[in-house]
């Protein structure tokens, strides 16, 4: 059974940070794209980042640019984002997500498309308090 697993969200206050986690098993993801999304209370699920396949390349949302990373541990089968200077907008249930196709590179605006990716884990909770 392939899952995705979230961990490492919680409350911090604005100005602070949190790295999250995204455990695979099932399956390896060290050769698909990989990416997280995010969604707020009322508003539709929205593109963090993301990473090809072989991770060379990384994607950001303008909103996170410069304050988010994201990277990959083949050896660990994790996924991570590492989130800084949060502010009360970046609250938001936090998901990772893993394309089926391994080896496959595709456009820029496609890694920001939710259905590039055919998994998803069950999301994280992060809560930034101004």
């Known amino acids: 059974q392939v899952q995705l697993v979230e961990s490492g969200g919680g409350l911090v206050q604005a100005g602070g940070s949190l790295r999250l986690s995204c455990a695979g098993s099932g399956r390896t993801f060290s050769s698909s794209a990989m990416g997280w999304f995010r969604q707020a209370p009322g508003k539709e699920r929205e593109f963090v980042a993301a990473l090809s396949w072989s991770g060379s390349s990384t994607y950001y949302a303008d909103s996170v640019k410069g304050r988010f990373t994201i990277l990959r541990d083949n050896a660990k089968s994790t996924l991570y984002l590492s989130m800084n200077s949060l502010n009360p907008e970046d609250t938001a249930v936090y998901y990772c997500?893993?394309?089926?196709?391994?080896?496959?590179?595709?456009?820029?605006?496609?890694?920001?498309?939710?259905?590039?990716?055919?998994?998803w884990g069950q999301g994280t909770q992060v809560t930034v308090s101004s």
């Open positions: 997500a893993a394309d089926s196709d391994s080896y496959v590179r595709y456009s820029r605006a496609d890694y920001s498309r939710a259905g590039l990716y055919e998994y």
